[in-house]
């Protein structure tokens, strides 16, 4: 991997370990769980650039505590990941609870994380993910629950979460209160509501209210770092302990490299050419293959991810076409091979967005939602039954 070193300006950056609970992370950088995305293989293709916090794909609370093989597979860990991280999704604090205790009882988890920023349709229209912060008594209800049955394992639990659900119905401050309160280990923001999807610019700003609001627990930032120097800036602008990073690092797993080099003071960077951007594609298939145990099922994964490989790459459109539907590792093997392996890193064209960012709409919630800040009873009746199996969506 081509590792180079940029100008020294505003590049470098010193930020002390991030602490949650007994956990020291020593760069302060977080995976952020993405569903499809942060399986074991792709989270072993991350650490082996940099350091972190890794966290694996959200499991739901109900299929873990039914133990169906999938949400066993989610929370599984590779034996030499130092930090086993899982994040649940739930809207009933009963299961919830029951969740963390057989992850602590089973000792299966390091650090748990919560989610409260998932603004996907199925989750919301149930009062989940970035929906249910608006319901004070059952967001507290759920993080007290979570606290205390991971505290009877020393287990640090932190929480995810959005700006509110729109920008007349935000949550964030009051949520990060009612949290710090409940005593989890750190809060992490994206700087979005739910009906902005990932559209248009994440608020950074208030991000930097939230870290002014709670000076007595780590905040993490999210939203918009595509960069290890996007990292930096957020650190500037807004104060927080460290940064989590989501879409950035699709089709770029060496994004922790340069972002460790950053917060070590360093202004090493990495700008892989085609040639070693094929042999991390190839290297990923063959993790999943391990992951899943199915060579068909790995494959059928691994193309989702070649479009965020190869951006800004000079990949002709028909090898385009056959690398998203490459069927065997022997294929993909024949595909990368055609590449012009002397094919230089592009510079910008490979770096930015990536991954589709939605429009924004506005988010699907239970009849009701909105009227008041606490569950009535009808919708307290519904929460035990919108504990659905949405992993993986």
Avoid at 257 to 263: H, N, S, T, V, W
Wanted: a negative charge.
């Amino acid at each position: 991997m081509t590792v180079t070193d940029l100008p020294v300006s505003t590049t470098r950056l010193e930020l002390p370990p991030l602490q949650l609970g007994n956990l020291t992370v020593d760069t302060p950088v977080v995976l952020a769980p993405m569903a499809g995305i942060t399986n074991t293989a792709f989270r072993r293709l991350c650490r082996e650039y940099g350091g972190g916090l890794y966290v694996a794909e959200m499991v739901t609370s109900r299929a873990l505590v039914e133990r169906t093989p999938e949400s066993l597979r989610i929370i599984s860990h590779d034996d030499d990941e130092k930090v086993r991280s899982v994040q649940l999704y739930g809207v009933d604090p009963v299961t919830v609870g029951r969740a963390v205790r057989m992850l602590v009882d089973e000792d299966r988890a390091d650090h748990i994380d919560l989610n409260f920023g998932c603004p996907v349709a199925k989750v919301t229209r149930k009062g989940g993910g970035a929906a249910l912060p608006w319901k004070i008594d059952l967001f507290t209800a759920i993080v007290q629950t979570a606290v205390r049955e991971a505290a009877k394992g020393g287990i640090p639990l932190t929480i995810k979460m959005r700006k509110g659900i729109d920008e007349d119905h935000l949550t964030y401050l009051e949520a990060g209160r009612i949290a710090r309160d409940s005593g989890v280990a750190a809060v992490a923001l994206h700087g979005r509501t739910a009906s902005q999807f990932y559209s248009g610019q994440a608020d950074w700003s208030a991000i930097a209210r939230l870290r002014e609001a709670l000076p007595d627990v780590p905040v993490l930032g999210n939203g918009d770092i595509w960069s290890a120097e996007d990292a930096i800036r957020m650190v500037r602008e807004t104060g927080v302990d460290g940064v989590v990073i989501g879409r950035g690092c699709q089709g770029r797993p060496w994004l922790f490299g340069d972002l460790m080099a950053a917060f070590e003071g360093s202004d090493a960077r990495h700008t892989p050419g085609l040639l070693e951007v094929s042999e991390s594609v190839y290297r990923h298939a063959q993790l999943l293959i391990e992951t899943f145990g199915e060579e068909d099922k790995a494959l059928r994964d691994i193309r989702k991810h070649m479009a965020w490989y190869f951006k800004g790459y000079v990949v002709g459109g028909e090898l385009r076409a056959k690398l998203a539907t490459v069927p065997t590792l022997a294929v993909l093997r024949e595909l990368l091979d055609q590449l012009d392996p002397t094919a230089p890193y592009p510079g910008a064209d490979a770096e930015g967005p990536r991954g589709r960012a939605g429009t924004p709409k506005r988010t699907a919630l239970p009849d009701g939602w909105l009227k008041e800040r606490t569950l009535n009873g009808a919708q307290q009746a519904d929460i035990a039954a919108a504990e659905l199996d949405v992993s993986g969506g």
